[in-house]
Every structure is written in C-alpha cells, then in structure tokens.
C-alpha cells in the first residue's frame, strides 16, 4: 500500500463550481502538507503549503488537514478554466522536508 | 530569476548509451533532489542533497549517479541506459531541508529505445 493515495481522477467540471481534491496518508509521522499544481509539460509549482491541522485559504484555494483522520483536501471555488491542470498533494516528516512523498495526481479539466 | 533550469528538454537514447541531465539553481538554495514522473506512479525520489559535496540516495537510486561540487549544480548520470528508465525527470531545489516547499524545473523528456 502507499504512503499516499489521492483520488485518481480525472475530473471534469462546468466553470464556476467547487472543485474538491483529495488525499489520504498513512505515515503518522507527516506534518507538512503541500499542494502542486503541474500544467502540461510543465514542472509541478506549489500552490498551498500547511503545517499540521487546520484550514489555509488563499483567495479561492482552500486546503484543509485533518491529521486525526490522516486525510487532506484542497477545495477550489469559483473554478476557471484556467485552474485545468494535475494536481499533486505532498507530505513530509519534521526532519526533511525536501523528502517529500507525492500523491499519483488528479487532473481537472474546468470547462468553460 | 530563472529558478530551476534543466537542460535538454527532451532526449532520446540507445539502450546502454550514458548521459548527463543537468541541474542549475539561482536561489542559493541549500537542498536539491532529482525526481522521475511516471504514468500511476507520482513523483518518486532518485537522489538528493543537502549542501556542496553532500549527495544521498532516495526511494529509486539504482541506474543514477549524481555529484554536487558546486550549491548551484546538481548533474544527473544515466550509466548505462534501459528501457525502464523513459520517464520524465524534475529538478527540484528548496532553500533548506527543513520545512521548505520544492521549487521545480519543467523537466527534461527521456525515452531509451
């Protein structure tokens, strides 16, 4: 079994819904939750970064970890075109945080 | 800036051919690592390091070398490559390896035949 597993998509939604992206994890030892988003032939660039539980919100990004569950999300309002991409959760432990472990990715497509 | 540089973009090899993927960084970042992106697999670490003169290996080593003589540059090596090893490979760099998110290059296309 994985360390992480991240629903596997893909997505399609009409412009303006609410997206909701999801991983769970299995190592208790993880304290940092990151979000990516990977554009095609691109590299992946960070989106959200949170440490432990709790809610972060960035203008229409919201990401959320529940660490008594061992399950994050990332819920996208508003939705645009533009956020059509893989999205990829991360995970690391206190001691290297550069050793991240990555979800599979769940690409969105966002209609317009 | 130009952050994470890779260099080439795409390259297509014979089986048991050698060759260097580059790596460079403009952040003065302390950390670097190389990742392989594959179909149902993620992102899986090959090597990484810490600082100048200081490499270590990750989840998939084997096939990889790497060196980092400068904070700037971290090359990797294809010995002798194989099939299994067509994949897309990332740079990534963070400024420490504590609790720093990876900055990524946009990757360089491999494919061995």
């Known amino acids: 079994q994985k360390e992480v597993e991240q629903d596997p998509g893909p997505l399609s939604v009409p412009e303006g819904a609410i997206v909701s992206l999801n991983c769970t994890y299995s190592n208790s030892a993880f304290q940092y939750f990151m979000w990516y988003r990977q554009y095609s032939r691109k590299g992946p660039e960070l989106l959200m970064y949170?440490?432990?539980?709790g809610n972060k919100e960035d203008g229409r990004f919201t990401a959320q970890v529940d660490k008594s569950s061992k399950y994050i999300s990332l819920f996208i309002r508003d939705s645009q075109p533009s956020d059509s991409a893989t999205y990829l959760c991360a995970m690391s432990a206190n001691t290297n945080a550069g050793k991240s472990t990555f979800g599979d990715g769940t690409t969105l497509t966002v209609k317009p | 800036n130009a952050g994470v540089t890779q260099t080439p973009k795409f390259q297509v090899l014979k089986t048991g051919q050698s060759m260097t993927l580059q790596c460079a960084q403009d952040m003065n970042h302390e950390y670097m690592s190389w990742y392989r992106q594959d179909p149902g697999m993620g992102l899986r670490l090959i090597h990484y390091?810490?600082?100048?003169?200081?490499?270590d290996q990750g989840e998939v080593p084997n096939g990889y070398n790497v060196s980092r003589s400068t904070t700037e540059d971290f090359p990797l090596r294809l010995l002798s490559a194989a099939p299994s090893q067509t994949s897309v490979y990332f740079c990534?760099?963070?400024?420490?390896?504590?609790?720093?998110?990876?900055?990524f290059g946009n990757g360089t296309r491999l494919t061995v035949t």
């Open positions: 390091s810490v600082g100048a003169g200081i490499t």
């Open positions: 949170t440490y432990s539980s």
């Open positions: 990534a760099s963070s400024l420490t390896r504590y609790n720093s998110p990876l900055h």
